[in-house]
């Protein structure tokens, strides 16, 4: 309960913070876009990762708010980067599947949109399987208002969740992201591999964007690259950074 109360302050008081981790695409090393992740830093308690105090927010009826302050933190920054002249393509934000559920939310993203400035194709947002698998009518109605909107839809952390893969073509998704376990096991599980290389052949036979995530070594980046993985994020690249250290790679490394 403790925790709970902190958390509704850090909403309103603005403790939450977003950082940014690079999306690069494998066939020329140019930006594809960037992950904005969540991050908190409470004043007494220190930082509070998001692996904790998203499933908090999950249960004590904060998620909304999560979302909705991320949505706008996000579009407001990538915004601001585009008046600056920064050449950012567009931004990924992570929803949880309540925000899904909520009939409100394409009205609320095509609002956040116009007061930026921002369009449709500026904004992905991430999902996991279980949104998906949900089925419930309201998600389909939001998830197909959003895709007819224009805003692009990624499915987060593909290949850990439920194994159907009939949802796929029945859903207006744009984007797999290979989740980092795979990658992880790239170098040493011959299982990974062919797995990992069959998403990518889903992901072509679909016309998916996929995304490896958790990209370490130049390895893996090799492995990827010749599969014909478009993009890739991860360590190997850069973490997730605040915004000021985000510019600084942007003029460094780009
Ligand atoms: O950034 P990190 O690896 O610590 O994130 C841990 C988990 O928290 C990941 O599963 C990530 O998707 C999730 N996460 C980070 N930021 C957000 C956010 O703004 N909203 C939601 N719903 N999840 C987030
Ligand atoms: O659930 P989601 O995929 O959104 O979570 C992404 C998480 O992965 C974030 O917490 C981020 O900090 C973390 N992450 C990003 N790049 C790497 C990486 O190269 N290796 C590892 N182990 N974690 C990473
Ligand atoms: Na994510
Ligand atoms: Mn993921």
């Not at 050449?87 to 949109?113: C, E, M, T, Y």
Request: hydrophobic letters at 40%; one cysteine or more.
């Amino acid at each position: 309960q403790a925790l709970e109360l902190a958390l509704r302050e850090a909403l309103e008081q603005k403790q939450l913070q977003l950082h940014y981790q690079p999306q690069v695409r494998l066939g020329d090393s140019r930006l594809y876009g960037v992950e904005a992740l969540a991050r908190w830093h409470h004043p007494q308690l220190g930082d509070v990762s998001p692996a904790r105090f998203v499933p908090l927010a999950e249960e004590c009826g904060l998620v909304m708010e999560l979302g909705h302050w991320a949505l706008h933190e996000a579009c407001r920054q990538l915004a601001e980067w585009r008046r600056r002249g920064l050449a950012i393509p567009a931004v990924s934000v992570n929803l949880s599947p309540k925000n899904f559920h909520h009939l409100g939310l394409p009205r609320l993203i095509a609002d956040i949109l116009r007061q930026h400035g921002l369009s449709p194709t500026d904004l992905t947002l991430e999902m996991t399987e279980s949104v998906l698998m949900d089925g419930s009518p309201e998600t389909l109605s939001t998830i197909s208002a959003l895709h007819e909107q224009g805003v692009r839809l990624s499915i987060d952390d593909f290949g850990t969740g439920y194994s159907s893969l009939g949802y796929l073509h029945r859903l207006p998704v744009d984007e797999l992201k290979l989740d980092k376990r795979f990658v992880h096991d790239l170098d040493n599980d011959e299982a990974a591999r062919a797995l990992t290389h069959a998403i990518i052949r889903i992901g072509e036979s679909l016309h998916l964007t996929v995304v490896a995530e958790g990209v370490e070594s130049e390895t893996q980046r090799c492995f990827l690259a010749k599969s014909g993985c478009q993009v890739a994020q991860g360590y190997l690249f850069a973490r997730p950074m605040p915004v000021e250290a985000l510019e600084r790679w942007m003029t460094t490394t780009l």
